[in-house]
């Protein structure tokens, strides 16, 4: 008897609190292992956070959050993060990286999302927008 085929991708309701934040990361970790991922979790977990705790903070509203994780014919990680706000994020998706005070404590999270996947962006959705990375295949 052989063992089942690995999932491929995961998809998930959060709550529309901090508290999907740790849930996030924790969920992240657990899709890599469960899709037999050779990846990066640490950075994975670091990115998915920003995305979740940003869908959070920067959304009005009660609505779950969902997190979507694929592992692409390619062996790339991609991490999607939905919400209810249909704004676009300034920093993703465009050449121009954004503009970080270095005394404000926040605005690092986009930067670090350029900065450590290998591709980042948002697109609009019927129900608000979807804000994504892309990791390499390990």
Same mark, same amino acid.
């Given at each position: ?10 998809? $998930? ?14 969920? $992240? ?10 990846? !990066?979790? !640490?950075?994975?977990?670091?990115? @998915? ?9 920067? @959304? =009005? ?16 990680? &991609? %991490?999607?993060? &939905? !919400?209810? !706000?249909? =704004? ?24 670090? $999302?350029? @900065? ?14 979807? %804000? ?7």
């Amino acid at each position: 008897m052989s063992e089942p085929p690995a999932p491929s991708s995961w998809r $998930i309701t959060l709550p529309h609190t901090t508290a999907a934040v740790p849930i996030a990361r924790a969920l $992240i970790r657990k899709a890599f292992a469960d899709m037999h991922v050779p990846a !990066d979790s !640490d950075t994975a977990e670091l990115l @998915t956070a920003e995305l979740v705790a940003n869908a959070v903070e920067h @959304t =009005a509203g009660d609505r779950p959050i969902e997190l979507v994780v694929e592992v692409l014919p390619s062996g790339h990680q &991609h %991490v999607e993060v &939905h !919400d209810n !706000d249909p =704004a676009p994020v300034e920093g993703l998706g465009d050449d121009a990286f954004p503009e970080v005070d270095p005394l404000d404590e926040g605005g690092r999270g986009l930067l670090l $999302i350029r @900065t450590l996947s290998l591709d980042s962006g948002y697109r609009p959705t019927e129900q608000g927008k979807v %804000v994504w990375f892309r990791l390499p295949a390990e």
